[in-house]
């Protein structure tokens, strides 16, 4: 088939998908604007109770109402907002512990056939030199990322019969059977375009981490406004559902978004919520993670710029907090695309759990050129260019423990044999030691001579003291793993 071909026949199939779908769009702009308009001004006594009512959900696995969150999200005294972003900390250390899971985005193939006004990849983007992959190539990025350390993958594709569920199936096995020496990827994430339930069930067999797809906007109008009517990423209920087929299919862990920028970021996450509740209602297990992207300029994309919804850096801490407040299990995912000062206050002010480092977003940007990016490859612009090794560091000298662990995964806690864990905030226990343990990985096969100075003589031991404190018989076990590390086991 040509491009058009594919184009035009997928259309129809997910037209068809619409017409039958088994579920009720729960997005209703109207209820959301009036939810935001009625909480405009919230007495200080009732946003201290959400905030406390939060910290309990911490416990339960709760979400907030809409109206709560709407509420928040309204504050205008900055004293509230201490005592938000405090209590986004004290959230995840309770859920998580004071660990960063690590990844790195790794851009396999960007030819797409829509039209995202937004997006450097998009078709009509003749400013973007567009590439997808071969699988030696594919191979010579492994080795670049796995001998920089990174164990867990986020892989992206764009919406391309080039990069079509089969590529996708391949993709994924090529990376699980590459070895590297001691390195290895442990854990493959998906970012791509929405599939239909059987393609799912193929990628679920290659053995998928999390299936991630962003709505971008939740508001109808402006959805339609940004993805042309006759491209596939033009169909808002098909893109909406895109995860509850996944869960359909089988796959265990799945992962919303928005991208900050679009439309009014309170009515965003109010979308962000319902899409949780949604999930929740349907099959049980709320979304693995949340992302939160913030638009960033791009090649040849004057929305980037001229967006009149753009979200300052005071805004956005606040969109972070919030997210951690209103759905205190999910992971929260704060990526590259922000400044390296912004994220390090994040991490406290926000509650983040996941982060990327050492990122390329050009499709063979790891191989290609290890020290500068390549901006008329890449979907956007990238703001922290810090080295993984440096983002490391900068995360020990703040006190946090850097994690490359894809354990729950591997030991098959997912789906809801993952959720009650980090609903009763207890994943943090096994969260701690297997972050030791692979960040002693680490230190031992990658550091640079500072970060494993700083990580053998504070990190380990302070995470250590944690664990005999906390959880004293992981501890043992975690003491006993590491001789075996330092043995040679990994
Ligand atoms: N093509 C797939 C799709 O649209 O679902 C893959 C995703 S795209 C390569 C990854 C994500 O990048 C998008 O879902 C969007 O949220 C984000 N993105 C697109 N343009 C962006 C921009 N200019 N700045 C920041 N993020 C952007
Ligand atoms: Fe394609 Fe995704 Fe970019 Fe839209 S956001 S143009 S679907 S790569």
Redesign the pocket.
Known sequence: LTEKEWRENRLIKIKKWEENCPWEDFINDKTILTILGKKKKTEKKEILDIITKAKENALTGEMLSPEEVAALSNVQDQELWEAIFEAAYWIKCKVYGNRIVLFSPL?ISSP?V?N?V????RNSNHSIQTKTLTLEELEEEIKVLTNMGQKRLIV????HPASNYEYICQTIEKIYSIKNGKGEIRRVNV????LFVDEYKAVKSVGIGTYQ??Q?TYHHPTYKKLHPQNTL?GQYKWRLFALHRALQAGIDDVAI?A?FGLYDWRFELLGLLYHAMSLEKEFGVGSHTISY??????IN?PL?GNSSYLVNDEDFKKIVAIIRLMCPYTGSILTA?EAPALRQEIIKKGGVSQMDAGSRIAVGGYTEIQKEHIPNKQ??VLQDTRSLDDFIYDLCKDGYLPSFCTACYREGRTGDNFMPLAKHATVKNFCIGNGILTFKEYLMDYASPKVKEIGEKVIIPNYLKWLDENVPQAAKQVRRLLKEEEAGKR
């Open positions: 851009y797409c829509n995202c937004y997006c450097g990849f992206v594709y764009g919406e970012n791509a375009a929405p797809v962003f971008e990423k978004g991208l992207p913030r638009l960033e300029p791009a994309t980037t695309r979907q956007f």
